[in-house]
């Protein structure tokens, strides 16, 4: 099925830096969302965009819904030990019938060495 | 406040066999989605519910059907499953079709 490009697809950085990934699609979304998913454990939503060019925090997490409604981006700053995991983009679609299906990116694996 | 749970946790069946997986929405939640997640690879979405009714499916045979009570929980049934069925299934409720999904644990179906 269908899915976004998500990059990169891991990342091994050591902790207090700072880290950046990103989504692209070939199709508009309605709103672009982020999710943390932990091994044996479903996806946890950390940050919902809704307006194209919307700049939004939650914490140490930055993320930015695209001017053409078609990418995103989520800075994580100064990482830290529990910020380990997978880190999912997910764009919701702007209309028809299956107007609130989420699309998925493949993940960006991410592992911080203390 | 509740979050979505899923049950049961794990589960082995065997190619041909029938299975149902159970969800509780979060409460205020009127939707709830299912997705598909293989091993490595992002949820794929199996169809949505709205207050009783099938509001969007994904690309997924009709062997993979659903229900919602007027509770707003639901199942996910899969007759005649086959190998590549194995997954972990997962549900999403959310407040509104629109609305940003909330998240089980998911069910982890092995298919011998």
């Known amino acids: 099925g269908q899915q976004l490009n998500q990059s990169p697809q891991s990342m091994f950085i050591q902790e207090g830096e700072d880290v950046s990934m990103n989504c692209t699609s070939s199709?508009?979304?309605?709103?672009w969302l982020w999710y943390k998913q932990d091994p044996g454990e479903g996806p946890v939503l950390l940050i919902a965009?809704?307006?194209?060019?919307e700049l939004t925090s939650n914490g140490r997490l930055t993320a930015q819904f695209g001017i053409t409604r078609k990418d995103s981006f989520l800075n994580i700053s100064a990482s830290i030990p529990s910020d380990v995991g997978i880190y999912f983009c997910?764009?919701?679609?702007?209309?028809?019938?299956?107007?609130?299906?989420?699309?998925f990116g493949q993940g960006t694996i991410l592992t911080v060495h203390p | 406040e509740t979050g979505v749970t899923q049950s049961p946790t794990h589960l082995i069946k065997t190619r041909g066999q029938q299975v149902t997986l159970r969800c509780s929405s979060q409460?205020?939640?009127?939707?709830v989605s299912w997705y598909q997640q293989a091993l490595g690879q992002g949820p794929q979405f199996i169809f949505q519910?709205?207050?009783?009714?099938?509001?969007g499916r994904g690309n997924f045979p009709p062997r993979f059907s659903g229900l919602q009570f007027p509770n707003y929980s639901s199942e996910l049934n899969v007759n005649a499953l086959e190998l590549d069925d194995s997954a972990l299934y997962l549900c999403?409720?959310?407040?509104?079709?629109?609305?940003?999904?909330?998240f089980g644990d998911g069910t982890r179906l092995s298919i011998l």
């Open positions: 409460s205020g939640h009127n939707t």
């Open positions: 199709s508009i979304f309605n709103t």
């Open positions: 999403a409720s959310s407040s509104d079709t629109d609305q940003p999904q909330h």
């Open positions: 965009l809704y307006k194209a060019g």
């Open positions: 519910y709205y207050r009783e009714e099938e509001n």
């Open positions: 997910a764009g919701q679609d702007a209309g028809g019938t299956s107007y609130g299906k989420l699309t």
